[in-house]
């Protein structure tokens, strides 16, 4: 298991932008491949991005393509998610999460093991 714990959560107004870090302790951080989830109230959680465990593929929901980029620095153990152009309906929790599997690559919410606690980002019209 590794233990996840992001930060950077935050208000902001729409149009404005925000940076989430996940820290990861407790394995080998850069075998694994990462993401972000996020859920909003009274909805199920969604796949937002995730990063490959080089960090060379990424992917994306569409509904953030072009305003949000994901990457990770295997050397302090933490993912980002950049976030630009926020729009009200990006008001969620955001969850980082780590897959079970070294090695691989996936956007499957089904092969992430490892879940944070999530952080509350709420833009504002």
């Known amino acids: 298991q590794v233990q996840l714990v992001e930060s950077g959560g935050g208000l902001v107004q729409a149009g404005g932008s925000l940076r989430l870090s996940c820290a990861a302790s407790?394995?080998?951080?850069?075998?694994?491949?990462m993401g972000w989830f996020r859920q909003a109230p009274g909805k199920e959680r969604e796949f937002v991005a995730g990063?490959?465990?080089?960090?060379?593929?990424?992917y994306y929901t569409d509904s953030v393509k072009g305003r949000f980029t994901i990457s990770r620095d295997n050397a302090k153990n933490t993912v980002y998610l950049q976030m630009n152009s926020l729009k009200p309906e990006d008001t969620a929790v955001y969850y980082c999460?780590?897959?079970?599997?070294?090695?691989?690559?996936?956007?499957?919410?089904?092969?992430?093991?490892?879940w944070g606690q999530g952080t509350q980002v709420t833009v504002s019209s």
């Open positions: 999460a780590a897959s079970k599997l070294p090695l691989i690559f996936t956007v499957d919410s089904d092969s992430f093991g490892s």
């Open positions: 407790g394995r080998t951080f850069s075998t694994y491949a």
């Open positions: 990063i490959s465990w080089t960090g060379g593929r990424t």
